[in-house]
């Protein structure tokens, strides 16, 4: 069974995949515009970013915040044995449409392995275990067949056992809030009880969560860019992602639970 690292950037053992395969376009997360396919100009000869210790300085905040679930490394030393887009640039395109197709693959390994520890839907365990080996083996598949995934498919049935994850976890909250899709967007949130809420999707770009009470709050895909967490009980907390912390700010009172690290930018260490 693939291993929580497993399914973390390695970024010294990828072909720098995430800075070449997307398309990026200028706004307040990107400086440039770049093609998918082509390059970013800060990336160096030796696959390594040359403003890396200063992305957010030089307007590039999306990569600080971009997570490839593992998906780098996989593509670069597994679909492609160590052969890089660089030494056969006519397998570019297709390990650039694999690396895309493996990321998606690879988020939904880190969802079921987090709901294969979660004892309160331990009775669906092993459906999970069933769909975790599956989709584990789709990514040692040649590329090819890789590409040939019904990913959207994949998707609507292990999106299926997550959502019945987060009901049984949520579920000795009885007034739990529902906020499934909702736009909190700048929401003044300070000190909320938020224990158990539905956040699946919601909106919180720059909304005010200091203080907030989110212990067992369901926060898949929820947008926390600019929220402010400072404060925050984040323990227990289901389905989050590293990179949803990275996009936003806290400070040292911020409670996470293991396996977080708290982001440099927030600026307690």
Avoid at 88 to 100: G, N, Y
Wanted: proline share 3%; glycine share 8%.
């Amino acid at each position: 069974m693939t291993q929580k690292s497993d399914l973390r950037a390695d970024c010294a053992n990828c072909f720098a995949l995430c800075c070449v395969a997307p398309a990026f376009t200028r706004s307040a997360d990107f400086a440039i515009d770049k093609n998918a396919g082509t390059p970013c100009p800060n990336l160096a000869s030796d696959f390594r970013c040359g403003i890396h210790t200063q992305l957010r300085q030089k307007g590039f905040r999306g990569c600080t915040v971009y997570d490839c679930f593992g998906a780098g490394q996989k593509v670069s030393q597994v679909s492609y044995l160590a052969v890089s887009w660089k030494d056969a640039p006519d397998s570019a395109r297709q390990m650039f449409d694999v690396f895309t197709t493996m990321r998606q693959l690879h988020e939904l390994l880190w969802y079921l392995d987090e709901a294969l520890t979660l004892p309160a839907a331990r009775t669906l365990h092993g459906e999970m275990r069933r769909l975790f080996d599956e989709t584990e083996r789709s990514t040692r598949e040649p590329a090819p067949d890789i590409l040939a995934i019904d990913v959207d498919a994949r998707r609507s049935a292990i999106n299926a056992l997550l959502s019945q994850t987060s009901e049984l976890v949520r579920a000795k909250f009885s007034s739990s809030k529902n906020f499934r899709g909702a736009d909190l967007i700048g929401a003044k949130l300070r000190k909320a009880d938020l224990r158990g809420a539905n956040l699946r999707g919601a909106l919180l770009i720059g909304a005010n969560l200091a203080g907030a009470d989110l212990r067992n709050a369901d926060v898949i895909g929820a947008d926390l860019r600019g929220a402010n967490l400072a404060g925050a009980d984040l323990t227990g907390v289901i389905f989050l992602v590293q990179a949803q912390l990275d996009a936003a700010t806290g400070d040292a009172k911020t409670r996470l639970h293991d396996g977080f690290r708290r982001p440099e930018h927030w600026g307690c260490g």
